[in-house]
């Protein structure tokens, strides 16, 4: 497919080093959003903690009636965003459960009642919507209110990202549409299927941080959502589209914007402090939902994917549903799988349960089948300076992994190690095997129990 | 609920792989590198057994043996796991050999490549954990002990004569030959000596050298095993870029050091000095920019670093072979370089994209 030509396309872009990982798309990519529905009796689990920042505190009580969409847990701490009911039903307990990121979490369960209200429409936004109507205040109360937070991975709460800092001003937001990691499609057939909310989503963003600019990027391996975007900007003043080479890890953060706007994030800070704030498509899809009918953020977009689920697709999910239960819907995993991955295979972490719920930040479950997975014992490091090479942070992993090898935190932290985004090119490339993300994840544990 | 959790433990009875991310892998492995190595020293091999024939058999299949056993012995004796099969040794045997000259006798072979694996790999702890290239420290030894024979140049065997001795036998005699830089040193030492005496004889001393860079092109001279042909490793150097198994800037740094330096001195005096083409194919300088010095384990680890390296190299070479006592100085350039990787790596530390924090 032809990229349309349009004004608007600011031109080709890319980042230095980084990999060029299979995309593995074909899954997933031409499967329609598909709604998921939660069957009357079964259980979701909302965990207190799905973003970055303070942990909620549960608001409602065992036994207690639920509606969908009602507050369940909040915090008053200013990094924080509350989380709400998927479903109308009775609160079964309020108590640790499993959680993605592998220990138990306070979380509220909900068995499904019977009536449900009807699924709401999310892809058409209305004709009339006109961002100026909303000042920045309201629109990011609403943002708060509705618990919208990052849904690319990191979950940070998106209120306080573009509440206006008079020391740091924000010229750009810089739309995330990248999807870089092989096997997800939830980006790409969001922007295919309703580009109106995203767009709409960037006005506002635009609108409450102050910024004068908009820029979405999309990798140049989807035409298609490219197009659809550039029909949905193409009345729009001050957005435009930026396209990005395919490679891994464009829609990191500092890629993006060194790629985009040639900025440089200094090491240990934020975007912000280059005058930008970076969102994903689907999160902003969200806010734009949250601020015109100040809906919450109960449901998101899900690949189900790869070789290990017998019918892979993308789904709109309810926010707490069992991932046992998601998988289901995608037909199960097959004989040969192996790996269940909450996120996709650069960067997701593996589970070594299916009893999990799926989170505001879970972009996609990827199952590998024990035919994608080889199985390779670590070799001495030869010194072949690949991982040098090929991380996007100019970082010297291979030094920094045989500090921590060592113990010497010291050494490993002169070396920058936590400067590095976890994004896996190191391990990805060395020729010797060596799990170097996991030598510097474990690094970083050293690092801040030495600190307590 | 219970029958919830029923079902969720009917699919957790399946055991669930668990690993830390990324969960993909590029297909290339270290032992695929020296493989790919191996691939490209190949034209060389081939072209060595065909100037030098059963000569060149032996001195490289005792060379190869002779290492994968003593890296077997060492592992086998210390009790670690074997390693013999990831094909390093068998491109430092293949190095080795190839860096050797013709003539040399088996058993002289296997105490180099003893030496090579035992002090130059082994002791250091094996793969990945040595200073210096192995297949050099081999060669220095060689130096060392058996100086006489690793200067005898056998003339490739397709140029031998054969004479009919006086019973009517026939024999074939191994001449051997100066090395064209041999015979480069041999007129920069001319040229100094006459001038010490004041004889000025309007000459020029390279006159025999400059012509024979074509052969040496293509292998037609004496010298050691792989250090004949320029066009073989050229081969199998852009074979290796091209499978992206080194990359360019120790190579082209070599090569544009030694081109430079060359043509400067030769643009200078030409009559005493040999040109570029004669520096740039001779004494295995493409076998040492492509094979040797890209040997991963004592490169520096950074492009940067990388780049020094080679342009050291291709100073000292050029040192050596201007101005210091040996006509090649490959070796010895190598060796040096290595010793100063760590110094390298340490100076050449990339700085982090958004600048270096460090611990604070
Ligand atoms: S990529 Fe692997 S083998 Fe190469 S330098 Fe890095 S850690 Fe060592
Ligand atoms: S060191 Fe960190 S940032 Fe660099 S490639 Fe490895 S995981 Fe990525």
């Not at chain 1, 689990?45 to 507050?71: D, L, R």
């Amino acid at each position: 497919m032809a990229v349309t030509k349009s004004a608007k396309i600011i031109g080709k872009f890319t980042f230095k080093r980084g990999v060029h990982p299979p995309h593995r798309k074909k899954f997933s990519e031409d499967a329609g959003i598909r709604a998921v529905t939660l069957l009357a009796g079964s259980t979701v689990v909302v965990p207190m903690v799905q973003h970055i920042g303070a942990p909620n505190k549960p608001t409602v009580e065992k036994k207690q009636e639920v509606t969908a969409g009602q507050e369940i847990g909040s915090s008053e701490a200013f990094v924080s965003a509350p989380v709400h009911s998927p479903v109308n039903g009775v609160v079964q307990n309020v108590t640790a459960m499993n959680h993605p990121l592998g220990r138990k979490v306070l979380s509220v369960v909900i068995s499904v009642g019977e009536q449900q209200p009807d699924q709401q429409q999310w892809k058409q936004f209305p004709a009339d919507f006109d961002a100026q109507k909303y000042d920045s205040e309201t629109i990011i109360n609403a943002t708060r209110q509705a618990g919208v937070v990052g849904q690319g991975g990191a979950a940070f709460p998106t209120a306080v990202k573009l509440k206006p800092n008079p020391e740091k001003p924000v010229d750009t937001i810089l739309v995330n549409g990248c999807e870089c990691e092989p096997y997800l499609t939830s980006d790409h057939r969001l922007m295919i299927e309703a580009p109106g909310p995203i767009v709409a989503g960037l006005q506002l963003a635009m609108r409450a941080a102050g910024a004068t600019k908009g820029i979405i990027a999309i990798e140049d391996n989807k035409p298609d959502a490219i197009n659809s975007i550039l029909s949905c900007i193409k009345d729009t003043n001050q957005i435009q589209l930026a396209i990005c080479k395919t490679k891994y890890p464009q829609g990191g953060e500092k890629q993006l914007i060194n790629a985009v706007l040639k900025r440089v994030v200094p090491t240990g800070g934020l975007p912000l402090d280059v005058q930008v704030v970076v969102s994903n498509v689907g999160t902003l899809s969200s806010l734009a939902w949250a601020v015109v009918e100040n809906r919450p953020v109960t449901q998101r977009i899900v690949t189900v994917t790869g070789a290990g689920v017998k019918s892979p697709g993308n789904f709109r999910v309810p926010v707490g549903m069992m991932l046992s239960d998601l998988l289901e819907q995608a037909g199960g995993l097959t004989d040969d799988a192996e790996k269940v991955l909450l996120g996709g295979p650069m960067m997701g972490p593996s589970t070594p349960t299916l009893d999990v719920p799926i989170l505001k930040g879970t972009s996609g479950i990827t199952v590998l089948t024990s035919g994608d997975i080889k199985r390779q014992q670590a070799t001495a490091c030869v010194r072949c300076g690949r991982c040098v090479d090929y991380c996007p942070l100019k970082l010297v992993p291979t030094r920094i992994a045989h500090a921590v090898k060592a113990r010497d935190i010291e050494m490993a932290l002169d070396y920058d190690l936590l400067a590095c985004m976890e994004c896996g090119c190191c391990s990805y490339v060395c020729p010797a095997q060596i799990p170097l993300l996991q030598y510097l994840r474990a690094g970083k544990q050293f690092a801040r129990d030495i600190k307590k | 609920m219970a029958e919830q959790s029923d079902k969720s433990n009917k699919q957790d009875a399946k055991i669930l792989m668990v690993s830390s991310s990324p969960h993909l892998a590029e297909a290339g492995t270290s032992k695929r590198i020296m493989f790919e190595v191996v691939i490209g020293m190949l034209p060389a091999v081939a072209m060595s057994v065909y100037l030098f024939l059963d000569y060149a058999a032996v001195v490289l299949i005792s060379s190869v043996l002779a290492c994968v056993v003593t890296e077997w012995i060492f592992n086998a004796v210390r009790k670690r796991p074997q390693t013999t099969g990831d094909g390093s040794a068998i491109v430092t045997g293949l190095i080795l050999g190839l860096s050797l000259p013709p003539s040399l006798p088996w058993w002289a072979v296997v105490l180099g490549a003893v030496v090579a694996m035992g002090v130059g790999k082994m002791v250091f702890g094996g793969l990945g954990s040595n200073i210096f290239n192995p297949a050099m420290v081999g060669r220095a030894f060689l130096m060392a002990c058996f100086g006489m024979m690793m200067t005898t140049w056998t003339i490739p065997l397709l140029q031998q004569e054969t004479i009919i001795n006086e019973d009517g036998t026939e024999e074939v005699v191994a001449i051997t030959q100066a090395t064209p830089l041999g015979q480069a040193k041999a007129a920069i030492r001319a040229a100094a000596d006459d001038e010490k005496n004041n004889i000025d004889r309007n000459t020029c001393y390279t006159i025999e050298v400059d012509g024979q860079w074509k052969d040496m092109f293509m292998g037609n001279i004496s010298g050691s095993l792989g250090e004949t042909s320029t066009l073989c490793w050229l081969v199998g150097g852009l074979f290796l870029l091209f499978r992206r198994t080194i990359t360019y800037h120790i190579p082209l740094a070599i090569l544009a050091t030694v081109t430079f330096i060359s043509a400067i001195v030769w643009m200078i005096n030409p009559d005493v000095y040999a040109n570029p083409m004669v520096h740039l194919s001779g004494g295995g300088l493409m076998m040492c920019a492509f094979f040797i010095a890209t040997d991963p384990v004592t490169c520096p680890l950074s492009k940067l670093g990388r780049v020094i390296f080679g342009i050291g190299i291709g100073a000292l070479v050029m040192l050596i072979r201007l101005v210091g006592g040996y006509p090649e100085g490959v070796m010895y350039a190598v060796l040096l370089m290595n010793s100063v990787t760590p110094l390298l790596d340490r100076w050449t530390r990339p700085t982090p994209l958004g600048g270096h924090a460090g611990a604070n």
